[in-house]
C-alpha cells in the first residue's frame, strides 16, 4: 500500500473534511487503507446488506435513515462511519439532511468528531452536499510500484522473470489496480507457468475488455500505415520525431523529455485528418480509441461529468494508448451559452482543458476538427496540445500520390495511368474524393468485365464528380477566414 496516499488520506481527516467520497471497485483496498489511519478509531459500516458497529457485524439489519440516526447523539468522539454503494440514496432529501447534520456538527462542534466515508464503484456528487464532500482518489501505481508487485509476485511463486521483461510488462500494465495487476499475472501463470513476453498480449486483451465493458470508449481495429498518407510531410515527419519518444518512453522520460501530450488537426473535410489518427496508433504501435462526447451525456446532474471521468480513466487504463476525438467542435458546441445541456458541455469542456493541461499519462490525443471557426478559442492556447496543424485540400503533387495510393492498393497501378494529366484535372478535389474516383472506377472495370483501368475511365469519374470545394463551398470559406486570423503549423510542404 503506498504510504504517501494513506499520509493524505490522513491529513484530510485531519482537517476536518467531513465527508470524503472514494470512488473505487475494490472495497477491500479501501477498507485496509481506512483501517491504516483508524487507529484508536471507531468504525462503523452500512452496507445495504450487513451493519457493522466497531468493526463488528451485527445480526440486525438497519435501513440507512436508522442507522444514520445513531449518530444524534451528543458527544461522538472518533468514529469513522464507512457507507458503501450509496449513490442512490444520495438523491433522497432525508438522506441528503442526515449528512448534512453529521458533516456540520463535525465541523463545528468541538466534541463530535465523527468523519464520513462514501465508498462506490461510480462518483455522484448531490449539490447540496457539494461543500461538504472531498473527492479522494486513489492513484493508479506508478511504474516502480508495478515493478515491486511484478518482483513479489515472482518471489511468492518462485519462478524466474528477466529484468528487462518486468520493465516492459510495467509499462504494458500502468493504468491497472494493484489488484488488477495481480489477476493479470495469476491469469498469465496459470495458462502458461511462467511469466513471458508473449503474456504482453494478454494485458492488451484484458484492456481491451475494459473499453467493451465500459460502452464509453470504442477500440478500433485498424491497419492504415503513414504510408497510406498522400503528402502532409510536415505533419508527417512531426509525427515520426514523436513516435521516437513513445516508443522508447521510459528512456526519454529518463533523459527529461516530457511525455508527448497530443495533436490538434484542423482544416478542410475528407484530407486525411481521420487517416492520420490511425496512422498514428500503428506508428505509435499502441492501441486506438475513440471518444464520442455525445455518448458520455447523462439525465442526471453531475453524470455526464461522471461518465467522462469515467473514460479518461478508461484511457489512462489502457495507456499506452491514442485517443482520437473526431470533430471536436461538435463535442463541445455551446460553450459559454445559457441553458441546462450547454452548461453540462461547459462543465464538460473545462474538465477535459484541465485534463489535458495536467495529465501525466501516456495517453497521446489527436483532435480532430473540420470547422475551427466553432472551436472555443482556449483550445488553442500553448500547453493545451503539442502542436496544432492545418490540413488543406491537397496540393498538385500530393494528388497525383494520392492516386498512386489508391490505385496500388486496389492492385490496379498499369504504366499507361497519366497521374500528371490526373492531378491537373483535380483542382479543389479532398483526398476522400480522389479515393472515391478510384473506387468508382475500378467498380465499373469490374462490371464492365475488364481487366485494368485507364486514364480515360479515371477522367470520366472525375467529370463526373463534383468536389467538397464546391459542395461545402461557403463553409470553407468561413473555416478560411478563421485560419487566416490564426498561425497555425502547416500540414503539407508549401
Not at 461510480?122 to 501505481?141: A, G, K, M, Q, S
Not at 510495467?170 to 493479470?184: M, P, R, T, W
Amino acid at each position: 500500500m503506498n504510504s504517501k496516499v494513506v499520509d493524505k488520506l490522513a491529513s484530510y481527516v485531519e482537517a476536518l473534511r467531513s465527508i470524503i467520497y472514494i470512488p473505487h471497485f475494490d472495497f477491500d483496498a479501501v477498507d485496509k487503507m481506512i483501517s491504516a489511519i483508524s487507529k484508536d478509531i471507531r468504525i462503523d459500516e452500512w452496507n445495504g446488506a450487513f451493519v457493522k458497529l466497531n468493526s463488528k457485524a451485527t445480526d440486525t439489519q438497519y435501513n440507512l435513515i436508522e442507522f444514520l440516526s445513531f449518530y444524534d447523539v451528543e458527544d461522538i468522539q472518533n468514529t469513522f462511519i464507512v457507507l458503501k454503494d450509496i449513490q442512490s440514496y444520495l438523491r433522497e432529501p432525508n438522506i441528503l439532511a442526515k449528512l448534512k447534520a453529521i458533516a456540520n456538527r463535525n465541523i463545528y462542534e468541538d466534541d463530535y468528531s465523527v468523519t464520513i466515508f462514501i465508498v462506490a464503484t461510480n462518483l455522484y456528487i448531490p449539490r447540496d452536499l457539494e461543500h461538504l464532500i472531498t473527492v479522494f482518489d486513489i492513484p493508479l501505481p506508478k511504474t516502480q510500484e508495478i515493478i515491486e508487485t511484478i518482483n513479489i509476485f515472482s518471489k511468492e511463486l518462485q519462478i524466474a522473470i528477466p529484468e528487462k521483461l518486468i520493465n516492459e510488462l510495467a509499462l504494458s500494465l500502468k493504468g491497472f489496480s494493484e489488484f488488477d495487476i495481480i489477476q493479470i499475472l495469476n491469469l498469465a501463470y496459470q495458462n502458461s507457468g511462467s511469466i513471458e513476453e508473449k503474456d504482453r498480449k494478454l494485458i492488451i486483451e484484458e484492456k481491451e475488455q475494459i473499453i467493451k465493458k465500459s460502452g464509453m470508449l470504442e477500440i478500433l481495429n485498424y491497419k492504415e500505415t503513414i504510408d497510406d498518407i498522400g503528402g502532409l510531410e510536415n505533419l508527417k515527419k512531426w509525427l515520426k520525431n514523436k513516435s521516437e519518444i513513445f516508443n522508447r518512453l521510459e528512456e526519454a522520460v529518463r533523459f527529461g523529455v516530457d511525455i508527448p501530450k497530443g495533436i490538434m488537426i484542423v482544416g478542410m473535410p475528407g484530407c486525411g485528418k481521420s487517416l492520420t489518427a490511425k496512422a498514428t496508433a500503428t506508428l505509435f504501435k499502441v492501441p486506438l480509441l475513440r471518444l464520442d462526447v455525445g455518448k458520455l451525456l447523462g439525465k442526471y446532474v453531475g453524470e455526464s461529468e461522471e461518465n467522462f471521468r469515467k473514460a479518461i480513466n478508461i484511457a489512462e487504463a489502457i495507456s499506452p494508448c491514442v485517443l482520437w476525438i473526431d470533430e471536436l467542435e461538435k463535442a463541445f458546441a455551446g460553450i459559454g451559452e445559457s441553458g441546462g445541456g450547454n452548461e453540462v458541455t461547459t462543465r464538460l469542456f473545462g474538465f477535459f482543458l484541465t485534463w489535458l493541461q495536467e495529465k501525466e499519462s501516456s495517453v497521446f490525443i489527436v483532435a480532430t476538427s473540420n470547422d475551427i471557426s466553432k472551436l472555443p478559442p482556449e483550445f488553442l492556447r500553448k500547453g493545451r496540445f503539442d502542436e496544432i496543424f492545418f490540413v488543406d485540400f491537397p496540393n498538385i503533387q500530393e494528388r497525383r500520390k494520392i492516386f498512386e495510393i489508391h490505385i496500388k492498393k486496389r492492385e490496379k497501378w498499369n504504366r499507361e495511368i497519366d497521374s500528371i494529366k490526373l492531378m491537373k484535372k483535380t483542382e479543389g478535389y479532398s483526398g476522400a474524393d480522389i479515393e472515391s474516383i478510384v473506387k468508382e472506377s475500378i467498380e465499373l472495370a469490374f462490371i464492365e468485365n475488364r481487366k485494368t483501368i485507364s486514364t480515360e475511365n479515371l477522367l470520366t469519374e472525375i467529370k463526373n464528380t463534383k468536389p467538397l470545394s464546391q459542395t461545402l463551398k461557403e463553409k470553407i470559406k468561413s473555416v478560411q477566414s478563421t485560419l487566416d486570423a490564426i498561425d497555425i503549423k502547416k500540414a503539407s510542404d508549401d
